[in-house]
């Protein structure tokens, strides 16, 4: 299901992000995070940039492209006319007066990876990407490599310009320097502008999205369970390669669960799990299981593929923990579940109570 694709661009923008003053004789602001679990209205920045105390705005956003080409790094497998190999990328401006290398490289028209992404790609500094999204491309160089951030679908972050010349334009992400006084004021604002977008307002710590274990990023799945480019399928199904399905997806019989079609890495951790619910005689817990292996982008977010497309998570207890509902799930369930790798996606922006998914840690 649903996932909590937690941006947090600021935090990848380091020391920018942090408190600032304007000066001596001004009233010192405080950097503000709008994050969004689904793109929010498009008038609401510049509503916002309007208020008092605010001295400056600026926005982000995610979206899932066609990774076409790599120059300076592993060449990636030929595939057929009409198939997309997912990448996905977050998009930003610098803040104002930020100095730190990310915001350097950003406003030089550059993208940043994360660690994991560029040992994947076998990219560093120089190298170039070419991403594609609706028949238009666009070549970005790399201007630098840093840690992973707190943030699991970002696989590049590149200039908001970059995105915008895709026909990127959702709105995910408002990052605003508010004066101290204001903050109060400016954070209910946020809240009324964005319903129904559920969303959380504050600092890095105020927007940090809980988990019940950590989230493997993108590139970390695809490095754990491999990688794959698909056929866009029917409504939100998607048709992944199929010589990538008959390598790692399988059909087994899970005790309690039943029959389930999962990515083979999963059978063992999964099954462990569900013969720990035996052990405790928990097994009344678990009245219905839907699936595993899903191949299809996320409901509520086309531009987001499920992790069910790896057959790493699975959806328990689905009609009494439906996604954005209040979840039900028993605690003694959750942590025999995490015991084994397995996150729950109850706790996250939009509640998805029925979703556990395995990180292996």
């Not at 940090?208 to 695809?222: D, Q």
């Not at 003694?332 to 706790?347: N, Q, T, Y």
């Amino acid at each position: 299901m649903r996932l909590p694709r937690s941006l947090i661009v600021a935090v990848a923008l380091g020391a920018a992000a942090s408190a600032c003053s304007a000066g001596p004789l001004t009233e010192q602001t405080e950097t503000v995070i709008v994050h969004a679990g689904r793109a929010l209205p498009s008038a609401m920045p510049s509503t916002l940039d309007s208020m008092s105390g605010v001295r400056w705005t600026r926005v982000a956003t995610t979206a899932m492209v066609n990774l076409v080409r790599i120059d300076g790094g592993k060449a990636l497998d030929r595939r057929s006319a009409g198939t997309v190999l997912p990448f996905s990328i977050a998009a930003a401006e610098p803040l104002p007066g930020a100095r730190d290398d990310i915001s350097r490289w950003l406003a030089e028209g550059k993208a940043v990876l994360p660690t994991t992404s560029a040992r994947l790609r076998g990219l560093g500094p120089g190298g170039v990407i070419t991403i594609g999204l609706g028949g238009k491309r666009e070549a970005i160089e790399i201007g630098g490599v840093r840690d992973d951030p707190r943030t699991v679908e970002v696989e590049a972050l590149v200039p908001l310009a970059a995105a915008r010349r895709l026909g990127v334009t959702e709105i995910r992400q408002i990052i605003a320097a508010v004066t101290a006084s204001e903050r109060i004021p400016y954070e209910s604002q946020a809240r009324t502008l964005a319903s129904p977008v559920p969303v959380r307002v504050g600092s890095h710590e105020d927007i940090a999205t809980p988990a019940a274990g950590k989230l493997l990023s993108l590139a970390e799945i695809k490095e754990r369970f491999g990688e794959f480019s698909f056929v866009p399928g029917s409504g939100r199904w998607l048709e992944p390669d199929p010589v990538w399905q008959a390598a790692n997806i399988v059909d087994v019989s899970v005790p309690v669960l039943g029959s389930m079609r999962c990515h083979r890495k999963v059978i063992a951790p999964l099954t462990a799990a569900m013969r720990d619910v035996e052990a405790a005689g928990l097994q009344s817990l678990i009245v219905e299981n839907a699936f595993c292996y899903a191949p299809r982008v996320q409901f509520g977010d086309n531009r987001v593929i499920s992790r069910h497309t790896w057959g790493i998570a699975v959806d328990i207890n689905p009609t009494d923990n439906a996604f954005g509902a209040l979840p039900t799930q028993d605690e003694r369930l959750i942590a025999i579940m995490a015991r084994h790798g397995f996150a729950w996606g109850g706790v996250w922006l939009t509640p998805d109570g029925m979703h556990f998914e395995y990180t292996g840690l």
